[in-house]
């Protein structure tokens, strides 16, 4: 019987090249599957007893196998959705920007309190006239 008789006979079923990570650019694998997977995305494949994260090069528009061939082609095994992790990045570095602002606007306050907190009350004021935003007023 045909090693890849189920690909064969199944609708919608295509093959894809794959590369896999530090491979030469020109080495590709060929495998099946029935997922939508378009150069450029991650998915996995069973290589042995372990699981691999390949680079698909190509989506082929049929199956590339040859009925009666002496390999048997091997399936990929999921698609890798990088969706929620470049989001969960863009949130942490949103968390980071902010606690890194507000940890620095701190720093200048406390700084700001402690020499204030060493002068005598007219050069407290004094300082702080000289260090407050001037209002601008319009003449009309």
Known sequence: MDKNIAALLR???RTVSVRFQGAPLEKTYIYVTDLVLLAGDRAVVQVAENYKVVEVVEQHSDL?????????????????????????????QRIERTVADA??????????????????????AELLAL??????????
């Open 11 to 13: 609708e919608g079923i």
């Open 64 to 92: 590339r196998i040859e009925p009666n061939s002496e390999h048997r082609y091997q399936w990929i095994v999921s698609k890798v959705d990088l969706k929620q992790y470049q989001t969960n990045l863009e949130t942490n």
């Open 103 to 124: 940890y620095q606007a701190n720093l200048r306050r406390g700084y700001q309190e402690q020499v204030l907190a060493g002068l005598l009350p007219e050069a407290q």
């Open 131 to 140: 260090t407050q935003p001037r209002t601008i007023v319009e003449v009309a």
